[in-house]
């Protein structure tokens, strides 16, 4: 996947090698140009680490008081507890009770199971950074009950894939949020392909875990048990009338849904050199502040009731990066843009991480202030070393077309 000619450990080490800081500091913004389908075949290449770690290093050096925001909220169990009977109660009434209301049955899975099943999924993204309870062992028995309406055992193996995401952002072949070589060549820039990949998208994101081709570890093996069991459960108290209701819910939900959006929003590159996008809409409201993503990612031990206050707090870290206002149009300009596709990420080789997460350190204040002369020009060669290796991998793609 990343170009050839700069993907080696040589190559990481010989751009780097006149480098003691990361030059990409106070904003860590890449100095990459952002994937174009028709253009390029696949999604460009960075020679840094993730930029989140660094980021929330570079944040701490002026508002150290935003470590007073770690921290567990539980909140979140009483959400989660609301949200599993509700969902279970109109299981129960599509199974049992409004037996022959087909139609009436699709809409309400779409419209409120599916907004139940995605707030779930977030419920999920709590409990895997321990922002539920003030254990380990509550967090995951938190993300065991959310998992009940989704009837397919899947917080144990989010929350291990998910953890991976987050230490491996961008590196191929370890991060689980990054599409498959086939989906990017499969779909391409049709419209099509890519409204219906949406509507799977909840399925391909599973698939992607599995594809990583790893044993089931103790506690995913405890979520399979317990799942069965509750399936069981289910079925005798709702029926297979009100299993389906579920299962129409969840389909629906991780597809083509404003509550799944999020999935495009977070990590497809929008802008060239940002590779993390956050969302300030109306939709944080009930989807638990999914949308401060790159506040989360800069800090993920802060729960999601306080995401909002790391922005109002260090705001010149925030304000200038791009954002979403509307998850509707996240997923029109996905379908619609020729500028977006599956290829639309940024990614990076193990190798470029672990060099530029060791070699290359975040200044400190003084040190920022002494090396903003000459960060202008080295921000020039940088980009133009990016653009060479940009027109060497798209004539690759060229001549291979020929």
Aim: aromatic residues 14%; contains cysteine; hydrophobic residues 40%.
């Amino acid at each position: 996947m990343p170009p050839r000619d700069t993907s080696s450990p040589e190559a990481v080490q010989a751009l780097h090698k006149d480098e003691q800081f990361d030059m990409r500091f106070p904003s860590y913004v890449g100095f990459w140009k952002r994937s174009v389908p028709g253009l390029d075949e696949e999604p460009r290449f960075d020679m840094y680490d993730e930029p989140h770690r660094k980021r929330k290093q570079q944040i701490l050096q002026d508002h150290p008081d935003i470590e007073t925001l770690y921290g567990y909220d539980t909140n979140t169990v009483w959400i989660t507890l609301a949200t599993v009977c509700v969902q279970m109660v109109l299981a129960y009434v599509f199974g049992r009770v409004l037996t022959d209301w087909n139609w009436t049955m699709v809409i309400v899975a779409y419209t409120i199971g599916g907004s139940i099943s995605t707030q779930i999924g977030i419920i999920f993204h709590e409990f895997t950074h321990n922002l539920c309870a003030a254990t380990t062992l509550q967090n995951r028995w938190v993300g065991n009950f959310a998992n009940i309406p989704l009837v397919v055992p899947l917080a144990q193996s989010f929350r291990r894939y998910h953890l991976e995401h987050h230490t491996y952002q961008g590196v191929y072949g370890y991060d689980p949020d990054l599409p498959l070589e086939w989906e990017i060549r499969l779909i391409g820039n049709n419209p099509m392909r890519k409204f219906f990949w949406l509507i799977i998208y909840g399925v391909m994101y599973i698939g992607r875990g599995l594809a990583q081709q790893k044993q089931l570890s103790r506690w995913e093996l405890i979520n399979w048990a317990w799942t069965i069991a509750c399936d069981v459960a289910v079925f005798k108290v709702c029926g297979a009338r009100g299993m389906l209701y579920l299962v129409i819910s969840v389909l629906l939900g991780f597809g083509l849904h404003p509550g799944a959006a999020h999935f495009i929003q977070e990590h497809y590159t929008f802008r060239d050199g940002q590779e993390t996008y956050s969302y300030y809409g109306s939709g944080n409201t009930f989807w638990l502040n999914i949308g401060y993503h790159n506040e989360h990612h800069d800090f993920p031990l802060v729960p999601w009731t306080k995401l909002p206050e790391i922005k109002r707090m260090a705001p010149e870290y925030y304000d200038n990066l791009a954002f979403h206002t509307s998850w509707w149009a996240v997923l029109y300009m996905f379908v619609s843009s020729s500028l977006l596709a599956p290829q639309s990420r940024v990614v990076r080789t193990l190798d470029a991480h672990r060099y530029a997460r060791k070699n290359l350190r975040v200044p400190t204040l003084g040190e920022a202030k002494q090396l903003a002369p000459e960060k202008s020009d080295f921000v020039a060669r940088i980009r133009k070393a990016a653009d060479i290796s940009m027109e060497k991998a798209r004539a690759r793609s060229f001549v291979k077309a020929k």
